[in-house]
C-alpha cells in the first residue's frame, strides 16, 4: 500500500523558515517524481513544486521561486521542502503528491498524503 | 501559464442526479486533464487522467471527455460520496501545473 506522511508543519513568524518532510513507502520511490501541491483554508489547490525520479528537472511555482527549494533522498524515500522568507500568504495544507506516469514528463497524482498545516503568523 | 476555469462554482443536485462540471483551459492541453474529488478534511483522490480513463477503483458512474481546452467530468448517478468538491488539473506543460478553482457539488 502505498503510503505519503509529511511532517514538519507547524507555526512560524513571517520572514522565517521551515522544512517540510514526507516519508514515502509502498512503491519504488526512486523511480517517480515527486510534488507538493498546497492549499489555503477554504480555498483551492495550487501547485508548488515538483521534482523528477533523479532530481534531474525540478519546478516552482512563481510564488515560490527563489524562496522554497524542494528536494529528493532516494536512499531516505523522503521528500523535502525548505520554505525561507515565508510570507502569511504561505499558510496553507502543504501535500506531498506521487507523480505518474511513472518515468513521464506530464504529471498528475495518484497518491496524496494527508497533508501538513503550516501556519505563518506573528 | 495555462489556466484552468471551472463551472459552476457549485452546483446543487439530489442524490441519484446526473451531474455535469466544465473545465476550459487557456490553450490547447491535448487530453493532458486529470480531476479530483475532494472530500472535507481530506486529500484529494484522482478520479481520472488523460481526460477519459478512470483511474484504478473509480466507479464506472464517473466519465470524463473532452480535449484541447473544454473537458467534462459526468458523475451519472450521485451518491452521498460524491457530494465534495471536484478540481481538475492540466499537464501539458510545467512548470507551472495548474488547477482549477473546483466546483462543489452540494445537495
Known amino acids: 500500500e502505498v503510503q505519503l506522511v509529511e511532517s514538519g508543519g507547524g507555526l512560524v513568524q513571517p520572514g522565517r523558515s521551515l522544512r517540510l518532510s514526507c516519508a514515502a513507502s509502498g512503491f519504488l520511490f526512486d523511480d517517480y517524481a515527486m510534488h507538493w501541491v498546497r492549499q489555503a483554508p477554504g480555498k483551492g489547490l495550487e501547485w508548488v513544486s515538483g521534482i523528477t525520479w533523479n532530481s534531474g528537472i525540478i519546478g516552482y511555482a512563481n510564488s515560490v521561486k527563489g524562496r522554497f527549494t524542494i528536494s529528493k533522498d532516494n536512499a531516505k524515500k523522503s521528500l523535502y521542502l525548505h520554505m525561507n522568507s515565508l510570507r502569511a500568504e504561505d499558510t496553507a495544507f502543504y501535500y506531498c503528491?506521487?507523480?505518474?506516469?511513472?518515468?513521464?514528463?506530464?504529471?498528475?497524482?495518484?497518491?496524496w498524503g494527508q497533508g501538513t498545516l503550516v501556519t505563518v503568523a506573528s | 501559464e495555462i489556466v484552468m476555469t471551472q463551472s459552476p462554482a457549485t452546483l446543487s443536485v439530489s442524490p441519484g442526479e446526473r451531474a455535469t462540471l466544465s473545465c476550459r483551459a487557456s490553450?490547447?492541453?491535448?487530453?493532458?486533464l486529470a480531476w479530483y474529488r475532494q472530500k472535507p478534511g481530506q486529500a484529494p483522490r484522482l478520479l481520472i487522467y488523460g481526460a477519459s480513463t478512470r483511474a484504478i477503483g473509480i466507479p464506472a458512474r464517473f466519465s470524463g471527455s473532452g480535449s484541447g481546452t473544454e473537458f467534462t467530468l459526468t458523475i451519472s448517478s450521485l451518491q452521498s460520496e460524491d457530494f465534495a468538491v471536484y478540481y481538475c488539473?492540466?499537464?501539458?506543460?510545467?512548470?507551472?501545473?495548474?488547477f482549477g478553482g473546483g466546483t462543489k457539488v452540494e445537495i
Open positions: 503528491a506521487k507523480a505518474l506516469p511513472r518515468g513521464g514528463s506530464k504529471y498528475y497524482f495518484d497518491h
Open positions: 490553450q490547447s492541453i491535448s487530453n493532458n
Open positions: 488539473q492540466q499537464y501539458n506543460d510545467w512548470p507551472p501545473l495548474t
